[in-house]
């Protein structure tokens, strides 16, 4: 039915915009309570005392859990996970204090107001101790993580110091990135309801069995006790991929009120207690010949980590695969500090780490005099230069070339502050964005039911991202019924596992699981008609008809024809079903897989104040077989409007002093607005990934973010004169800065 690719309105639309999509904080439950977080003052130490007296006597407290009363967790709450799938979690096992904002109780009241008010009069007495806060005193006790999400730590390829010795032109800079924290539309929430031994949690979570998994071992419970619903999630971009100290929490709560439970994170609780992007700090030496040939280059990257809990921002991940560089060394390390473990931002590592590769690519083309588009074309890597593997599909070279077209990259004059209409300076950028083509096992089930429409479920979840409607094309296409004729579920842990909506992974996962189910449904529906003597199109073959909206019809006649419906009935009237798994099988011992894109930027920089406003960003992308053009063009677009957020605006203040984030709010936490963003072209390679899955499509969710920085940073570049290797770029640093030109 060709319904692969077409621009599909979303089919959860209308729910959304009518408000009939029901998130996790909004479903209803008889006696339910509602609890409020309460976080630590001081970010290292113990706690000393706990006053509650004043609270317990307050209208409508039910109950107040701090260490002092919580229940027992097995292994102290340490589930036999290695992170990220099971956390080192705040759970009220003993009194010692981490970071500042760390969960020390909670509050439960019949209520919301009532627990709000209670929380804040709960006194608790802090012991207080030496803190770790400041990055740069730190970084003498960083040491090497263990294999970083499976993947090496350090890598050395040729002879890293022969070819830095090679080049006649070298780039050493350091380049710096800020700790940023997620701050979706929907802050986490959980509703806990206990059944006897079984739990239900409606949950913020971008991954329902991971979070049913972690949750049922931090219990000790079996897992079939565990039930997680998320139908709707207001954007996860990481934060949500893992399950946080607050939804054990509100189960231990819900536990010990014998009540459902209500917990809801405040704004200012995002900062901390669930993750966020840390703080990197990189150093880039790139040698190459008066050519552009690079020769040589060097990535040592430091990001901060937390004293509980190890997670590494994997910067140098991009710079192993991108250019064919011979000799090149990169390296790892973390920098432990008293604040909340780090966790998946929006295309983490690559995000951070391809600001600080692109910028250097930049300054070594300006050091060269040479063009930026063709040093990066001079150093094409036609093979995985870590790997030695050919890539699976890649159209980078094709996307820089129209890229630059579309852009009109040849009017840029290279000179910095060569172009300007009067008093605004006017610079152009660019950089490549790449993202690794991941995918997992999935699993899926398809159902023909008797009146004729069809289901379609698979454990996985809609982030935001248009999942509902991208697994109906997918289901509808195989099975041959109209959209409008498909139910997709998702969202629930009783549902065929899927993997976490994370690491761009969904696409390429479930859509393989879905096809597969909906195409043995629809061939079975096919053998039912073929087989009945009072189907119209009985005694045909199976190559003989097809399935167009619902209905079996004979390619030769078309005035045979049977609704799915009509035999189903004559069947008994029973729903059929299929199911499909599917798993990656050996092809990343083959191929490489990644997406790559190039993105143009076009700022505009006031001369006197150094004020900068991105014009417009022109990007083109190969991302494997479009599945929805509507959708995928949302996803993009986003990813850019966020990378010029991390370029310009994005940084979570830290006070090394106490360790508080001090704009721990949207009022100073500055993210985007429409006034923000200028114009945004977006446009693909024709591309279809053969190896990846059967239907030859990447994810496409985070390399949208990559690049944007870095083609922002060095049109500033050329714009002022002025390299800010210091994200995010502001006008202080603009106005401030030294010139390079």
Request: charged residues 20%.
């Amino acid at each position: 039915m060709n319904m692969i690719g077409l621009p599909l309105d979303r089919t959860d639309g209308l729910l959304k915009v009518t408000g009939e999509a029901r998130y996790a904080a909004e479903f209803p439950a008889a006696r339910l309570a509602h609890a409020v977080l309460v976080t630590s003052t001081v970010p290292s130490g113990s706690i000393a005392s706990i006053d509650s007296a004043r609270m317990q006597s307050m209208p409508g407290v039910i109950l107040v859990m701090t260490y002092q009363n919580a229940m027992k967790l097995p292994n102290g709450g340490r589930p036999p996970l290695a992170p990220p799938a099971g956390r080192h979690l705040s759970l009220l096992q003993d009194n010692q204090v981490h970071y500042s904002n760390e969960p020390v109780a909670v509050v439960v009241a019949e209520t919301l107001e009532q627990a709000t008010d209670a929380a804040r009069q709960l006194r608790i007495t802090y012991q207080s101790a030496p803190a770790t806060l400041d990055f740069a005193r730190a970084k003498s006790t960083a040491h090497a993580p263990d294999k970083p999400q499976g993947r090496q730590t350090d890598t050395l390829r040729g002879d890293i110091a022969a070819g830095l010795a090679s080049g006649t032109t070298r780039i050493d800079a350091v380049y710096t990135t800020p700790m940023e924290h997620h701050n979706p539309m929907e802050p986490h929430a959980v509703l806990a309801m206990w059944d006897g031994p079984k739990l239900t949690l409606y949950d913020t979570t971008q991954g329902v069995s991971g979070a049913k998994t972690a949750v049922s071992k931090t219990f000790g419970i079996e897992a079939d006790n565990v039930h997680v619903i998320s139908p709707f999630v207001g954007g996860g971009f990481g934060c949500k991929g893992s399950s946080w100290s607050h939804v054990t929490l509100c189960a231990m709560a819900a536990k010990q009120t014998g009540r459902p439970v209500r917990l809801a994170l405040e704004r200012p609780q995002m900062f901390g207690p669930v993750g966020g992007r840390p703080m990197t700090e990189q150093h880039f030496v790139i040698a190459a010949r008066g050519d552009g040939t690079l020769t040589g280059m060097r990535h040592d990257t430091y990001s901060n980590t937390s004293v509980i809990e190890d997670w590494t921002e994997t910067c140098a991940m991009v710079t192993r695969m991108l250019y064919a560089v011979p000799n090149q060394s990169t390296t790892h390390r973390l920098v432990p500090l008293n604040v909340g473990t780090p966790t998946f931002m929006r295309a983490p590592g690559e995000a951070t780490g391809s600001f600080a590769l692109e910028s250097a690519m930049d300054e070594l083309a300006w050091a060269l005099k040479m063009d930026p588009v063709a040093l990066r074309l001079k150093n094409y890597a036609e093979v995985d230069p870590q790997d030695n593997k050919p890539g699976a599909s890649k159209g980078l070279r094709e996307g820089v070339r129209v890229g630059a077209e579309k852009f009109g990259w040849s009017r840029r004059t290279p000179a910095p502050r060569s172009m300007r209409d009067g008093n605004t300076l006017i610079g152009l950028g660019m950089a490549t964005a790449t993202y690794p083509a991941n995918r997992s096992a999935a699993s899926a089930i398809a159902r023909i039911l008797p009146d004729g429409t069809a289901t379609v479920a698979s454990g996985t979840q809609d982030i935001g991202t248009g999942t509902y409607t991208v697994m109906t094309q997918v289901a509808a296409d195989a099975m041959g019924f109209s959209p409008d004729a498909i139910r997709f579920a998702l969202g629930d842990s009783s549902l065929p596992q899927a993997p976490v909506s994370g690491g761009s992974q969904s696409v390429a996962s479930v859509s393989p699981a879905v096809r597969d189910a909906a195409t043995q449904v629809r061939a079975r529906l096919v053998a039912m008609a073929l087989a009945d003597p009072a189907s119209p199109v009985h005694g045909a073959t199976p190559d003989e008809v097809t399935v167009e909206n619902g209905w079996v019809i004979s390619m030769k006649d078309a005035s045979r024809r049977d609704p799915a419906g009509a035999i189903l009935a004559r069947a008994g009237g029973q729903p059929i079903e299929a199911r499909a798994s599917v798993k990656p099988g050996d092809e990343k011992q083959k191929f490489s897989f990644h997406s790559f894109g190039a993105v143009f930027a076009e700022v505009h920089v006031d001369a006197d104040l150094g004020m900068i406003r991105v014009a417009r960003i022109t990007s083109v992308y190969g991302v494997g077989r479009l599945l929805n053009a509507k959708t995928a063009n949302s996803q993009l677009m986003g990813g850019i409007v966020w990378g010029i957020g991390a370029a310009l605006e994005e940084k979570t203040d830290l006070d090394t002093r106490h360790g508080r984030f001090v704009n721990a709010n949207l009022a100073e936490y500055h993210v985007p607005v429409n006034a923000d963003i200028g114009a945004i072209d977006i446009s693909f390679i024709d591309e279809v990934d053969p190896h990846i899955n059967s239907l030859g499509a990447k994810g496409i969710g985070e390399i949208g973010i990559t690049g944007v920085s870095a083609a922002i940073a060095n049109a500033v570049f050329h714009a002022t004169g002025v390299r800010v290797r210091d994200l995010p770029i502001t006008l202080d640093k603009v106005f401030m800065g030294s010139t390079q030109a």
